[in-house]
Nanobody
Framework: QVKLVESGGGLVQPGGSLRLSCAAS????????VNWYRQAPGKERELVAS???????NYADSVKGRFTISRDNSKNTVYLQMNSLKPEDTAVYYC???????????WGQGTQVTVAS
């Protein structure tokens, strides 16, 4: 079973940028859709962005125009480029496929993003 591992988080000032990576232990070519989610303290986990196997993307309204999701099947990695970061983007960010997310299983440890001055 393919495992997804998130990395790339950190502390950044408002207006700054980060690029998150979601590295798979095996091929992601068979994963039709890979999503990025986030969970802020005291809040429910929410869907941030999606990318299909052919590169079609979708975004939550709160990040549209600031975040870009992409995938490199040759590297078995999905990325989330985050620009113009705001304090409200502070959260633990996770990647997962929709089926597992709906069953609330196979979540990784996530990567912490903190936006603060």
């Amino acid at each position: 079973q393919v495992k997804l591992v998130e990395s790339g988080g950190g502390l950044v000032q408002p207006g700054g940028s980060l690029r998150l990576s979601c590295a798979a232990s095996g091929s992601i070519s068979s994963m039709n859709v890979v999503n990025w989610y986030r969970q802020a303290p005291g809040k429910e986990r929410e869907l941030v962005a999606s990318v299909t196997e052919i590169g079609t993307t979708n975004y939550a309204d709160s990040v549209k125009g600031r975040f870009t999701i992409s995938r490199d099947n040759s590297k078995n990695t999905v990325y989330l480029q985050m620009n113009s970061l705001k304090p409200e983007d502070t959260a633990v960010y996770y990647c997962n496929i929709p089926l597992y997310a709906s069953l609330n299983i196979r979540w990784g440890q996530g990567t912490q993003v903190t936006v603060a001055s």
